[in-house]
Nanobody, 114 residues
Framework: QVQLVESGGGLVQPGGSLRLSCAASGSIGRLYVMGWYRQAPGKQRELVAQIDSGERTYYADSVKGRVTISMDNAKNTVSLQMNSLKPEDTAVYYC????????WGQGTQVTVSS
């Protein structure tokens, strides 16, 4: 069993930065994919960025160049550095890990507003 706990959300002005972190407790094994999804009000949940156990990364077009995903294997923590934030980045951000089974965090609110 894996539990994911996100942190780092909040209110930021347009153009600002936030760093989200997700700590995984329990074993995620040697082969996994960890990612961040987001869901805005009235919209479907969408993939923002992923990183796998080979450190390959994927970014949605909407965030490419503004977001960096990274993994601290020693701490079982995945982070999402978000820069140049826009109002359309406002959403609940969810951490996800796929070890063969899929686990979700509880979500953290990110609000980009002046």
């Amino acid at each position: 069993q894996v539990q994911l706990v996100e942190s780092g959300g909040g209110l930021v002005q347009p153009g600002g930065s936030l760093r989200l972190s997700c700590a995984a407790s329990g074993s995620i094994g040697r082969l996994y994919v960890m990612g961040w999804y987001r869901q805005a009000p009235g919209k479907q949940r969408e993939l923002v960025a992923q990183i796998d156990s080979g450190e390959r990364t994927y970014y949605a077009d909407s965030v490419k160049g503004r977001v960096t995903i990274s993994m601290d294997n020693a701490k079982n923590t995945v982070s999402l550095q978000m820069n140049s934030l826009k109002p359309e980045d406002t959403a609940v951000y969810y951490c996800n890990v796929d070890t063969g089974r899929v686990y979700w965090g509880q979500g953290t609110q990110v609000t980009v507003s002046s």
